[in-house]
Structure formats: C-alpha cells, structure tokens
C-alpha cells in the first residue's frame, strides 16, 4: 500500500489547495465539506533548498535537507531531500516516508531523491 499526500480540491471552483485551507483562496467558499480530496503527484523539479544544522535531539540527525519542489501539476511542497548534490531545476520524486518519530509517534512526510 503506497502511502498519500492529499491536496483539496474546492467543489465550487476546482481551485487545489495543500495544505488544507477553512476558505477557497479563488471563490472565497466557506463550506468545510465542500472540498474532495486528490492525492498529490509525487514527481516535480527543485526550486530551492537548505540545509539545517543542529537540530533537537529527537531527530537523530545532525543535520538535515529540505527542499521546495514544485509538483507536476504546478503545486508546491516541502520535503526532506535525500539527494547528494541538490541542484536548483533538478529532477526530484517524492515517497511518503516517515520524517520524525518520537516514542510513540510518527510524523509522515515528502520525501525527495534523484529522479
């Protein structure tokens, strides 16, 4: 079973969110229950990147990379980035992975590699 990320999709105007926002930002609908979900594309190219240092120690990491990549169907998101030598435009696909876990919880997120 592949694991999601969802973006919401307004039933009024088609407008696409991620995350999930109370109120269209195009037709300015309001209804909670208005909105179907729509599973995310997982390939897209890097936009920008960094690189964290000293993180808290319930990441088990000394440092850690993150990326904004820009999804096949023109969406934005932010994940970690398993990529060696990240390059702005390159070429990146996504796997639902965990991202944190602490004693009794997972944190479920985008992960970026090489595509």
Same mark, same amino acid.
């Given at each position: 079973?592949?694991?999601?990320?969802?973006?919401?999709? *307004? #039933? &009024? %105007? /088609?407008? !696409?969110?991620?995350?999930?926002?109370?109120? *269209? #930002? &195009? %037709? /300015?609908? !309001?209804?909670?229950?208005?909105?179907?979900?729509?599973?995310?594309?997982?390939?897209?190219?890097?936009?920008?990147?960094?690189?964290?240092?000293?993180?808290?120690?319930?990441?088990?990491?000394?440092?850690?990379?993150?990326?904004?990549?820009?999804?096949?169907n023109?969406?934005?998101?932010?994940?970690?980035?398993?990529?060696?030598?990240?390059?702005?435009?390159?070429?990146?696909?996504?796997?639902?992975?965990?991202?944190?876990e602490?004693?009794?919880s997972?944190?479920?997120?985008?992960?970026?590699?090489?595509a």
């Amino acid at each position: 079973m592949a694991l999601e990320i969802y973006a919401y999709q *307004c #039933k &009024k %105007c /088609g407008q !696409l969110h991620y995350p999930f926002r109370m109120v *269209c #930002k &195009k %037709c /300015g609908n !309001l209804e909670p229950f208005e909105f179907n979900t729509v599973a995310l594309p997982k390939n897209g190219k890097l936009l920008t990147f960094t690189t964290v240092h000293n993180l808290p120690p319930d990441f088990n990491v000394a440092k850690l990379s993150l990326g904004i990549v820009e999804l096949e169907n023109g969406m934005r998101i932010t994940g970690q980035l398993k990529v060696p030598s990240p390059k702005i435009g390159m070429a990146v696909s996504g796997k639902v992975e965990i991202v944190r876990e602490a004693e009794y919880s997972k944190n479920f997120g985008m992960v970026f590699y090489p595509a």
